[in-house]
């Protein structure tokens, strides 16, 4: 999902075609994919550039909900990374580089 998802319409529509194709027995991979995947990927977890602090971050706001959400986060941020471990452990896909990102 981009940030183009969204709007009051989009995912409750998305949602009845996912039920309706289901319930017809006609999978509609896209479709599918949108409703039951939830991947996302976080580019640097600070609330500065070049600190070394998640205080005020507005990732750990963002992130427990995302979870709550069984969310697939996949992280980045070479400054932060291993705050970030320490708050959510193993929860989060952790990538060493942004070429393995």
Do not use: Q
């Not at 994919?33 to 977890?45: D, N, P």
């Not at 998640?54 to 909900?65: K, M, Y």
């Amino acid at each position: 999902m981009g940030i183009g998802y969204g709007g009051s319409c989009f995912p409750k529509d998305a949602k009845a075609s996912h039920w309706l194709s289901n319930y017809y027995d006609n999978e509609i991979r896209i479709i599918k994919a949108v409703v039951e995947g939830l991947k996302v990927s976080m580019l640097g977890l600070l609330f500065k550039p070049d600190m070394d602090t998640l205080r005020e971050t507005p990732s750990l706001d963002t992130i427990p909900i995302l979870l709550d959400d069984r969310a697939i986060i996949k992280t980045w941020d070479p400054v932060a990374i291993h705050h970030v471990k320490e708050k959510f452990d193993n929860t989060l896909i952790y990538c060493e580089t942004i070429e393995r990102f």
